[in-house]
């Protein structure tokens, strides 16, 4: 084809044929991330970005048996339960002994009563003697041994969780919550004893030789009367409880 003399038109390189690597109107144009790896993903077997690379183990995973990061935690139960190995719990057995029977309870008792009294006597006669029988010697005397008897047993049971008496025929009384009585419990418990303070006053020592007395009965029936061998004194307590060592 001649051009009359003219140089021959340019082909339009954008047109079908043209210059070589362009693209083409409506032709779909080459994916260029094919030629750039992603972030992320594994190039030839590498590790991927954000894994754990040349074995570094990762915080909270188990290596090879090695123990995992913040285990155990501080407060959760290890071992027993109750604070791990080594801190026994508490003995789901404590202050559920057999209840001690009245006749063992009433041996104590006279025990406990021959130990105070004979010492107390003794010294109340030496002091009659001295005064040659001066009556406030005598009542003063009759106090004494009163706060004498009560503190003897509100501070053995408290203290000890048994007189010495109790200690003989095994016996020991337990608080309500189990372990020895409180102080306030055992003076409850034992404060019929307190009317042997009054029984150096005229007439009112009378009844309250009387109240002893009825208090006296009135625990060795409710003794034998009740399931657990709780008296009325152990009731009016909060349930302080006699049981066989």
């Given at each position: 084809?001649?051009?009359?003399g003219y140089?021959?038109?340019q082909q339009?390189?954008?047109?079908?044929?043209?210059?070589?690597?362009?693209?083409?109107?409506g032709?779909?144009?080459?994916?260029?991330?094919?030629?750039?790896?992603?972030?992320?993903?594994p190039?030839?077997?590498?590790?991927?970005?954000?894994?754990?690379?040349y074995g570094t183990?990762?915080?909270?995973?188990p290596?090879?048996?090695?123990?995992?990061?913040?285990?155990?935690?501080y407060?959760a139960?290890?071992?027993?339960?109750?604070?791990g190995?080594?801190?026994p719990?508490?003995?789901?057995?404590?202050?559920?002994?057999?209840?001690?029977?009245?006749?063992?309870?009433?041996?104590?008792?006279?025990?406990?009563g021959?130990?105070?009294?004979?010492?107390?006597?003794?010294l109340?006669?030496?002091?009659?003697l001295a005064?040659?029988?001066s009556?406030?010697?005598?009542f003063?005397?009759?106090?004494?041994?009163g706060?004498?008897?009560?503190?003897?047993?509100?501070?053995?049971e408290?203290?000890?969780?048994a007189?010495?008496?109790?200690?003989?025929?095994?016996?020991?009384?337990?608080?309500?919550?189990?372990?020895?009585p409180t102080?306030?419990?055992?003076a409850?418990?034992n404060?019929?004893v307190?009317?042997?303070?009054?029984t150096?006053?005229?007439?009112?020592?009378?009844?309250?030789?009387?109240?002893?007395?009825?208090?006296?009965?009135?625990?060795?029936?409710?003794i034998?009367?009740?399931?657990?061998?709780?008296?009325?004194?152990?009731?009016?307590?909060?349930?302080?409880?006699?049981?066989?060592s």
């Amino acid at each position: 084809m001649t051009t009359g003399g003219y140089p021959p038109p340019q082909q339009d390189p954008r047109a079908t044929g043209g210059h070589p690597g362009a693209p083409s109107y409506g032709a779909t144009p080459p994916d260029y991330t094919q030629q750039f790896p992603q972030y992320g993903a594994p190039q030839n077997g590498g590790p991927q970005y954000g894994a754990p690379q040349y074995g570094t183990p990762q915080y909270g995973t188990p290596q090879n048996g090695a123990p995992q990061y913040g285990a155990p935690q501080y407060g959760a139960p290890q071992g027993n339960g109750f604070g791990g190995p080594g801190f026994p719990g508490p003995d789901p057995n404590f202050g559920t002994g057999t209840p001690g029977e009245l006749l063992p309870r009433l041996g104590a008792r006279i025990i406990d009563g021959l130990i105070v009294g004979i010492p107390m006597g003794i010294l109340t006669a030496i002091m009659l003697l001295a005064s040659g029988g001066s009556g406030f010697v005598n009542f003063f005397m009759t106090v004494v041994s009163g706060v004498v008897a009560f503190g003897y047993w509100t501070y053995m049971e408290s203290a000890r969780g048994a007189t010495v008496g109790k200690k003989l025929l095994g016996l020991s009384v337990v608080g309500p919550a189990g372990g020895n009585p409180t102080l306030e419990q055992a003076a409850k418990r034992n404060a019929f004893v307190a009317l042997q303070i009054l029984t150096g006053v005229p007439l009112l020592g009378f009844l309250a030789g009387l109240l002893s007395l009825a208090a006296y009965i009135g625990i060795a029936v409710t003794i034998e009367q009740d399931g657990d061998k709780q008296g009325f004194h152990d009731k009016f307590a909060g349930g302080t409880r006699v049981r066989k060592s």
